[in-house]
Every structure is written in C-alpha cells, then in structure tokens.
C-alpha cells in the first residue's frame, strides 16, 4: 500500500520558519518526481514548489520563490519543505504528491498524501 506522510505543519507567527516533511512507504520515491501543493479555506488547491527525482531540478510559484526550499533525500524517502518569512497568506493545508516526472506533478494518477496544516498569525 502506497502511502505519503505529512509532517512537521504547526502555528507560527509572520516571519517564523517551518519545515514540512513528506514521507513515503509503499513507493521507491528516488524513482519519482514530488511536488507540494497547498489549499487555503475556500479556495483552490495550488501548487507551491517540485523536485525532479534526482533533486537536480526544482520549480516554484512565484508566490514563494525566494523564501520556501525543496529537496529530498532519497537514501530516506522523504521530501523537505523549507519555509521561510511565512507570512498569513500562506496558511493552508500542504499536500505532497508524487508522480512520473515533474510535468506529471498535479495530474491524475499521482500519489497524494493527507496533509499538514500550516497557520501563520499575524
């Protein structure tokens, strides 16, 4: 059974740091692209960054580039998510999802694990 883990979600103040975690079992993840994915309340879910399976090539929405990183470990499963001068607007659920390839991220057919909730006060 195919399972992504979230972690590492919590409460921070504006200008705070969290990193997120995206654990996998089920899967060899070095053989896959991963990408994290957010949700506000009552909006849509959006893409917020990805790593290629090899780490060597990364992608961000504009929103976050400059202060989020992805990277992975393969050796552990797991993908990092590096937050850094969070600000309110990036509260939301995070999601992490593992795919075929870096353009396959968000489609159908991709891996999706339950999420983590982040909460930025002001």
């Known amino acids: 059974q195919v399972q992504l883990v979230e972690s590492g979600g919590g409460l921070v103040q504006a200008g705070g740091s969290l990193r997120l975690s995206c654990a996998a079992s089920g899967i060899t993840l070095r053989n896959y692209a991963v990408g994290w994915f957010r949700q506000a309340p009552g909006k849509e879910r959006e893409f917020v960054a990805a790593?290629?399976?090899?780490?060597?090539?990364?992608n961000y929405a504009d929103s976050v580039k400059g202060r989020f990183t992805i990277s992975r470990v393969n050796a552990k499963s797991t993908v990092y998510l590096q937050m850094n001068s969070l600000q309110p607007e990036d509260t939301g659920v995070y999601s992490c999802?593992?795919?075929?390839?870096?353009?396959?991220?968000?489609?159908?057919?991709?891996?999706w694990g339950q999420g983590t909730q982040v909460t930025v006060s002001s």
């Open positions: 999802a593992a795919g075929n390839s870096m353009a396959a991220i968000g489609t159908p057919g991709n891996y």
């Open positions: 790593i290629s399976w090899t780490g060597g090539s990364t």
